[in-house]
């Protein structure tokens, strides 16, 4: 979020009134507040209506919305757009060559939030406009967020189960938008969840968060659209962008309250993500499974080693460390002899961390390191992903503790579905270890993970001096890493080491930041037309 004094990030919401101060505009703009940016709010269309009912619906005239936008884009040019009820045809057009003549100076995500009828039932959309949705924003759109009926409807669906979502996200992608969010808070639950199908180019899955018993809930699309386009004006990319969206929609569900005889409006408000209750989970699949979190681990992972040999293990073990990682990557010529040596490799390092007392994580081999009896593995989420739905089954049936890597939002909420035994949060610093396409974290960011994971969080990624062990332990972090750092006489440094740690648990612990930053590169402008 922006500071008092900043320049805050400038979207536009293209949408309609709600005289009842539910949803629309109003929603928009607490939305918008939430996240610290600046909402220009350009009336589409003007509503009548209260808690119960929708009784007239005006569109304005193209040339109100030309004027509005044209002043607009002379001073508070957007960094995103949002729509909403857009009223007709005419409208439609008038948003899409908008978007175009923006997009010639800078680029602007575009979200589009189909509304296409009210939650009171009235209609909002005929055959035509639904048409110019599909030809005209459809190809526009960064990320569209409609629910399973307006999914359904901007492809001429009658309509479509749970199972059929994944499918039908991916149409409406096929048909030129980025990204796409099919919202499910209009459906059944799964296991008193809400889930939405979530369909980007970093991830695809459930996103999952228990269901928020309330009766006001109005303005729930809204907050979640305009939360979207908050995110990608931050800089967010899809993804990160849609994982924050929820948990804002889901703070002011809480925040709802009684406006009327009908639903209320939800309340949006700053502080949303400080919550670790409104994290949600991320599946892996299609199918959506989420494991019992676990029990919390009676010991800390402390200064936990990596290291490429059993040789190196050896030292580590010498200098005093018990938190180790043994990681030997699989060269692409991997012979029957490596494969041998690997496997003496293996069962000697655990039972060297057995005799010592120390926990033994072994990277990638985790059926070999299931086989020999080693305690925990560590794999990437890449590697995660290429065990499928019957390999995950399988390592989590295996009972090996499990670490899992997350540089992002999207990978913090999908690690969290598998329960592990920590999740590592990096690269902290920058790192030479290997290249990789993330920003560092950050101590902002690494004592935003430790508040909110709910499970213990390793600092990862160029700790490279005591102090900033020590600094990583005030951000909360239940271990550090420790790879370069350790060099070739590991007894020679890990003392300081370790006594960084312990002043880092010592001193006041640092503050998470009420919204992470952004991790991942992003062109905001993700499809143009």
């Not at 961390?353 to 033994?360: E, I, M, P, S, V």
């Amino acid at each position: 979020m922006t500071g008092p004094s900043e320049a805050r990030p400038v979207i536009w919401s293209i949408a309609g009134t709600d005289s009842g101060g539910g949803a629309g505009l109003g929603a928009d703009q607490r939305a918008a507040d939430a996240f610290g940016v600046h909402l220009c709010p350009v009336v589409a269309a003007v509503t009548a209506q209260n808690s119960r009912a929708v009784t007239r619906v005006e569109p304005v005239s193209p040339l109100v919305l030309e004027a509005q936008l044209q002043a607009l884009a002379e001073d508070m040019p957007p960094h995103a757009l949002k729509t909403g009820l857009l009223g007709g045809v005419e409208q439609v057009r008038v948003v899409a060559r908008w978007v175009d003549r923006l997009r010639r100076d800078r680029p602007v995500a575009l979200v589009v939030d189909p509304v296409l009828a009210s939650s009171t039932g009235a209609a909002f959309a005929d055959a035509a406009t639904l048409a110019a949705y599909r030809e005209l924003l459809l190809p526009r759109a960064t990320v569209v967020t409609p629910n399973r009926a307006e999914a359904a409807h901007l492809l001429a669906l009658r309509g479509v189960d749970a199972s059929g979502l994944p499918a039908l996200a991916r149409q409406l992608r096929r048909q030129g938008a980025g990204a796409v969010c099919i919202t499910g808070g209009d459906a059944a639950d799964t296991d008193g969840r809400v889930l939405d199908w979530l369909c980007t180019g970093q991830a695809e899955g459930w996103l999952a968060a228990p269901r928020i018993a309330t009766d006001h809930r109005h303005g729930t699309g809204c907050t979640f659209a305009t939360s979207t386009a908050a995110a990608l004006a931050l800089g967010f990319v899809p993804a990160d962008a849609l994982v924050l969206a929820k948990m804002a929609t889901g703070h002011a569900l809480h925040g709802g309250y009684a406006a009327g005889s009908g639903s209320g409006p939800v309340h949006a408000r700053a502080g949303f993500a400080g919550d670790p209750g409104s994290l949600p989970l991320l599946s892996w699949g299609e199918a959506p499974r989420f494991a019992v979190p676990r029990a919390a681990p009676g010991t800390r992972l402390d200064l936990y080693a990596i290291v490429d040999s059993e040789t190196r293990l050896a030292g580590a073990l010498a200098a005093g460390l018990r938190t180790l990682q043994l990681r030997i990557k699989t060269p692409p010529d991997a012979s029957a002899a490596w494969h041998r040596a690997l496997r003496e490799a293996l069962h000697g390092s655990i039972a060297a961390c057995r005799t010592a007392g120390a926990t033994l994580f072994v990277n990638d081999h985790w059926q070999l390191a299931a086989e020999l009896g080693a305690p925990g593995v560590h794999l990437g989420q890449e590697d995660l992903l290429a065990l499928g739905e019957l390999g995950r089954a399988e390592l989590q049936a295996s009972g090996l503790a499990l670490g899992i890597s997350s540089h992002s939002l999207w990978e913090l909420a999908r690690a969290k579905a598998l329960a592990p035994r920590y999740v590592a949060c990096g690269p902290v610093w920058p790192t030479l270890t290997k290249a990789m396409p993330w920003r560092p974290q950050g101590l902002d960011n690494l004592a935003w993970w430790c508040a909110m994971a709910g499970l213990p969080v390793v600092a990862i990624g160029g700790v490279l001096t005591a102090e900033q062990v020590e600094a990583a332990a005030r951000c909360g972090a239940d271990g550090v890493c420790a790879v370069r750092v350790l060099g070739n006489e590991p007894a020679r440094v890990v003392p300081a080491l370790q006594e960084a740690l312990l002043a880092g648990r010592r001193a006041r612990r640092l503050p998470a930041p009420p919204l992470p930053h952004p991790t991942l590169a992003s062109d905001i402008a993700s499809t143009q037309a």
